[in-house]
């Protein structure tokens, strides 16, 4: 853990009095923007560390992440969506159903050097009987608008990131207490899914494997419970983040992305690190 932050380094509290906040994403202008996906907002944390509305209503925003060009994607539980916002602010849907069925409610989101898209699709916006698929899938969506179901065997698959090379796809099963991890082939298909860290539970500390990003080493940072547990490349588990609430989403910030921004049920907290994280769509 030294060589990924100092020991004094501290636990930042930037925010608090939301209600249940997720989808931490950080725009190259300089400003973090995250998700209240019972408040049905999008707020933007600006320069100043000021919080305003960025939109509302979001949809029930949950996930956030930008394409190549910056522009804002989003996994929108209520409306059943991965919608993107334009330059000039329309909201567009990309994809909200699949083979003429909808989505059960996607979740997050991350974009590979290509332009394509994947996201999570579980339940959690969603009653037992809004859903048309009876699993829960991961899905790519190309630039060209092609949309393709990549794995469905997951109990209840959450944040998901690429390591720096893209060859390996990181997926949360959230229910199952576990990271899954996959290779990701040439068309942007994956295969040989196997278990990269098992047993993210603690029965004393509230969190689940939810949200998770990748370091420029390789490193893997997932929320858990008790706060951010982070993994070497090869899945050893390096040490954690305490967190005094339950974490649900990390990002990585500010113009040297170093720091680490974390959404916790009511509130946002951030943390100094000595390595810069992946960029978005890079």
Do not use: C
Request: proline share 5%; glycine share 10%.
């Amino acid at each position: 853990m030294q060589s990924i932050f100092d020991d004094s380094a501290k636990l930042e509290k930037v925010a608090g009095d939301f209600q249940f906040i997720e989808g931490p994403i950080w725009h190259p202008d300089g400003f973090l923007l995250f998700s209240d996906i019972p408040a049905n907002i999008i707020y933007k944390l600006t320069s100043n560390q000021q919080v305003e509305v960025f939109r509302r209503p979001s949809g029930k925003a949950n996930g956030n992440t930008l394409d190549k060009e910056n522009r804002l994607l989003t996994a929108e539980h209520e409306n059943r969506r991965v919608s993107r916002t334009e330059k000039d602010g329309q909201v567009i849907t990309l994809a909200d159903r699949y083979q003429g069925k909808k989505f059960n409610s996607p979740n997050d989101l991350v974009v590979k050097s290509d332009g394509s898209i994947y996201f999570t699709d579980p339940s959690y916006g969603v009653s037992k009987e809004q859903e048309e698929f009876g699993f829960y899938g991961v899905y790519r969506l190309a630039s060209d608008g092609k949309l393709t179901l990549l794995v469905k065997d997951l109990v209840l698959p959450n944040g998901l990131a690429f390591s720096p090379d893209e060859q390996k796809l990181y997926v949360n099963n959230s229910e199952a207490g576990y990271i899954a991890v996959f290779d990701v082939k040439p068309d942007g298909t994956v295969t040989n899914e196997r278990l990269f860290a098992a047993d993210l539970k603690d029965a004393s500390q509230g969190g689940v494997p939810d949200g998770l990003k990748v370091d420029l080493e390789g490193n893997v940072y997932s929320t858990g419970p008790g706060g951010v547990w982070i993994f070497s490349p090869d899945g050893k588990l390096l040490g954690k983040i305490s967190v005094p609430e339950t974490a649900t989403n990390v990002a990585w910030g500010e113009s040297d992305r170093k720091t680490l921004y974390i959404t916790a049920n009511t509130s946002l907290y951030r943390i100094r690190l000595k390595i810069a994280g992946v960029r978005p769509g890079k």
